[in-house]
């Protein structure tokens, strides 16, 4: 695609929907896909679906219109996901998906195999919102529309700050910066901010993690037990894995936190030399070069050895190049 309008053509009901525990740039993408055509084609019935998200993602408009179920018999005649990588990942809607008389996807992640009728997926860039960004009419990108797309973007850059950053990404975070919202403010609030819980529970990972492979992977972890203690759940641990990656020496970070007995999910991250989306692929993941993710199933142990043979693998063979 080129332009979003190629696919609206005799549209009149569509659906959004993101990917199970949607982040920044899930949330982002579908609420500015959302808001866009709200406004610039009033004719077309738009429902959007995602799972409940965050409550620091308020500050974006009509965020109270997101239906968090689906549980009415419908068929769309189009239904576009945003930043989900594959079928299974997405959440609540994947019926009214399988249903609509078109479907569309808009994502960047290089792992993503094109399940959509229409799928428009570059990996080569920074976020799902930047990739929406470029179908959009610049001269329509609105404030309303450009909160959510700047919010997805710092969500995914980690504030700009990661590799998949690139000129083009900061000059669209430019223009979307002229419309006029708050953009400190929202960095602040969404990205950065967390509550005392949470800095106690990163406290505890960062304080038990342990380090492997001569040093270059680190592994921090949350038992069920520790998650009920605390009070929280993986809406809450956002920021580990990031902290985790930036200790000195490392290649490759790994936080997992049991979500029910034996049951993990994994976040990884890469300074560069390994590509944790070839082992979140592996393991029935995906994700991108150096940020991906992975469920597994069995005990911590065999879930850290099972992930840490396959990094090993790889470092082995940077140092043989």
Do not use: W
Not at 177 to 189: C, L, Q
């Amino acid at each position: 695609m080129n332009n979003i309008a190629e696919v609206l053509d005799q549209v009149k009901t569509m659906g959004i929907a993101g990917h199970i525990r949607p982040d920044g740039d899930c949330v982002g993408s579908c609420m500015a896909l959302y808001l866009y055509i709200k406004e610039y084609y009033p004719d077309i019935q738009v429902d959007v679906y995602l799972d409940h998200p965050k409550p620091i993602f308020s500050h974006i408009d009509c965020i109270d219109e997101i239906k968090t179920e689906a549980d009415t018999e419908k068929v769309y005649d189009l239904f576009v996901t945003c930043d989900v990588s594959s079928r299974d990942r997405l959440a609540l809607a994947g019926d009214y998906f399988d249903k609509a008389e078109k479907t569309v996807c808009i994502d960047h992640h290089i792992s993503n195999p094109g399940f959509a009728g229409t799928n428009h997926v570059r990996g080569d860039v920074s976020s799902a919102c930047e990739v929406l960004y470029g179908l959009f009419d610049p001269e329509k990108v609105n404030r309303k529309v450009a909160v959510p797309i700047y919010t997805g973007m710092i969500h995914d850059t980690g504030v700009f700050q990661y590799a998949s950053t690139s000129p083009e990404t900061m000059r669209i975070a430019g223009e979307l910066m002229k419309t006029g919202f708050n953009f400190s403010r929202i960095i602040d609030e969404s990205f950065y901010e967390k509550t005392y819980i949470q800095n106690q529970v990163m406290g505890r990972v960062l304080a038990e993690s342990i380090m492997l492979l001569d040093g270059k992977c680190i592994v921090g972890y949350l038992r069920r037990k520790d998650l009920d203690f605390y009070g929280v759940d993986g809406k809450d641990l956002d920021g580990i894995v990031s902290q985790l990656r930036l200790t000195k020496g490392v290649e490759v970070a790994m936080f997992l936190y049991e979500v029910e007995s034996q049951t993990f999910k994994v976040s990884l991250r890469s300074n560069g030399k390994v590509d944790v989306s070839r082992i979140a692929v592996y393991f029935g993941g995906g994700g991108h070069t150096r940020a991906a993710g992975i469920d597994l199933q069995g005990s911590l142990h065999d879930v850290i050895n099972n992930i840490t043979g396959e990094i090993e693998r790889q470092l082995l063979l940077c140092q043989e190049a």
